[in-house]
């Protein structure tokens, strides 16, 4: 016998396999008092409760009341930071009736890209994480080329913790990509010193959308 048989041999005779009904009612059994594991959000609301955690990360944070005030939102942006009016933008259909002038568009984001314009799927408040998922009208490298990534986040579709997303994600279609952005990129792997946009965009600047 060889030894990775031996050894498996002795996981099995130490832990026989369980009826997976009692399996089953012992994970309730954890998750019967939830809350109790939960910490207390960083705000009264959602959506401050998702500003507080992201800020905290380094995101930039900006609030508008209605979907049409994202290009005003946006150009304010690319004039704070001295950046040229050309962005990659998702091409959502949420986007394709707003007032773009004075802002060149495209819909595929070059290696190179400066500033990328996206929609979210949703947040996370307790993270201040934002929640993206691959699709037709999603192309997914918006998320990881450009310098700057702008993205458009409705306060209506945040979600409290990360198992209310899994719920949420396990109800419906599963995407090919579900992507969790949690404020910008950043590493300290080289020799501690904290590198800013190592593996995706070094600024991330959230537009949240309305009230929730």
């Known amino acids: 016998m060889k030894a990775r048989d031996r050894i498996l041999a002795a996981v099995r005779a130490a832990a026989p396999p369980r009826p997976a009904a ?25 959506s401050e409760a998702f500003e507080a955690k ?3 990360l ?71 994480s934002l929640i993206v998922h691959s699709g ?15 993205v458009v986040l409705r306060a209506a579709t945040l979600v409290p913790y990360l198992e209310d997303y899994a719920e949420r994600l396990a109800a419906g279609a599963v995407p090919r990509n579900a992507i969790l952005i949690t404020g910008p990129s950043g590493t300290t792997d080289i020799e501690g010193s904290y590198v800013r946009g190592a593996h995706g965009p070094g600024f991330l600047h959230v537009i949240v959308v309305g009230q929730g």
């Open 22 to 46: 009692a399996v089953a009612a012992e994970a309730a059994a954890l998750l019967a008092d939830a809350g109790a594991a939960r910490p207390a959000l960083a705000g009264a609301t959602l």
């Open 136 to 150: 037709p009208r999603t192309p997914i490298l918006l998320s990881f080329l450009a310098l700057h990534h702008v």
């Open 58 to 128: 380094g995101t930039t944070l900006e609030r508008v009341a209605a979907l049409a005030e994202v290009p005003q939102a946006l150009r304010r942006y690319l004039q704070a930071h001295g950046l040229q009016p050309s962005v990659a933008i998702q091409p959502a259909a949420e986007f394709a009736a707003l007032d773009w002038s004075g802002i060149e568009h495209h819909d595929t984001p070059a290696p190179d890209e400066p500033v990328a314009l996206g929609l979210a799927e949703g947040g996370i408040a307790e993270s201040g």
């Open 54 to 56: 992201a800020a905290a």
